[in-house]
C-alpha cells in the first residue's frame, strides 16, 4: 500500500528503484514520492478502542517469531524513537569537520561559550 500511494500516484520510484543506482552500480537520479493522509480515528471507533488494538497488534509483531540470528522485531517508529531517547541522554556526536566549523564559527564572532571537544 505505502508504494501505491507514494509511487503510483505520483509517478515516483518504488522498491529497487530507489537506491539511487542503476544496474552497474552508477549513480542515478530518481523521482522521489510521498504521500500524507491525516484521519480522525475517532469517526471510526473511540481513541481508547483504537489505542488498545493498536497496541495488542504491536505487541503481537513484537512477540512473533524471529528470522535466524535476529534479536528483535521493530515496529514502525521504534529504531528511531531509541535513537532520540539515547541522544537526549548522551548528546550527537558531531565529526571532527564540523567540530573545526563550529570552533572556526565561534572564533570569528568572538562567542564566549566553550564545546564538550575543547
Known amino acids: 500500500v505505502v508504494e501505491v500511494l507514494s509511487a503510483a500516484l505520483q509517478d515516483g520510484?518504488?522498491?529497487?528503484?530507489?537506491?539511487?543506482?542503476?544496474?552497474?552500480?552508477?549513480?542515478?537520479?530518481?523521482p522521489l514520492g510521498h504521500f500524507f493522509l491525516a484521519i480522525d480515528i475517532e469517526h471510526f471507533v473511540p481513541m481508547a478502542v483504537f489505542k488498545g488494538i493498536a497496541g495488542a497488534i504491536m505487541r503481537d509483531l513484537r512477540n512473533a517469531e524471529k528470522a535466524p540470528g535476529a534479536e528483535r522485531i521493530y515496529t514502525a517508529g521504534e529504531k528511531e524513537f531509541e535513537a532520540r531517547k539515547y541522544r537526549m541522554e548522551h548528546g550527537c556526536p558531531v565529526p571532527p569537520a564540523l567540530q573545526k566549523v563550529m570552533t572556526d564559527c565561534r572564533e570569528r564572532w568572538n562567542l564566549d561559550f566553550t564545546y564538550p571537544w575543547d
Open 13 to 30: 520510484s518504488y522498491l529497487k528503484a530507489l537506491g539511487g543506482f542503476d544496474k552497474d552500480g552508477k549513480k542515478i537520479p530518481y
